[in-house]
Nanobody, 121 residues
Framework: QVQLVESGGGLVQAGDSLRLSCAASGGTFITYVMGWFRQAPGKEREFVAAITWSGDSTYNTDSVKGRFTISRDNARNTVYLQMNSLRPEDTAVYYC??????????????WGQGTQVTVSS
């Protein structure tokens, strides 16, 4: 059983940056693909980014390419999401997830509790 705890969310202005962290415990972190999803009010949860266990490959949804960067530190059992040039449409609850493959919500095996990111215009 893997526990995921996100941190780093907050209220920022458009154009600002935030870095989200997700600390994993209770399992073999290094074997999982790790990723981030987000859910805006009234919308379905959507894929944002994922990173393979080695960190050699990353995947981002089109709307965040060039602005968000996912990374991981296997020694610290932590995955990060660096978010730059934030836009109001990035406002959502951001969830950390772990799985063998991560591009859709039903592929996630473990979820964190979520952290709120609010971007004001």
């Amino acid at each position: 059983q893997v526990q995921l705890v996100e941190s780093g969310g907050g209220l920022v202005q458009a154009g600002d940056s935030l870095r989200l962290s997700c600390a994993a415990s209770g399992g073999t972190f290094i074997t999982y693909v790790m990723g981030w999803f987000r859910q805006a009010p009234g919308k379905e949860r959507e894929f944002v980014a994922a990173i393979t266990w080695s960190g050699d490959s990353t995947y981002n949804t089109d709307s965040v390419k060039g602005r968000f960067t996912i990374s991981r530190d296997n020694a610290r059992n932590t995955v990060y999401l660096q978010m730059n040039s934030l836009r109001p449409e990035d406002t959502a609850v951001y969830y950390c997830a772990a799985g063998w493959v991560l591009t859709t919500t039903d592929q996630a095996i473990y979820w964190g509790q979520g952290t709120q990111v609010t971007v004001s215009s």
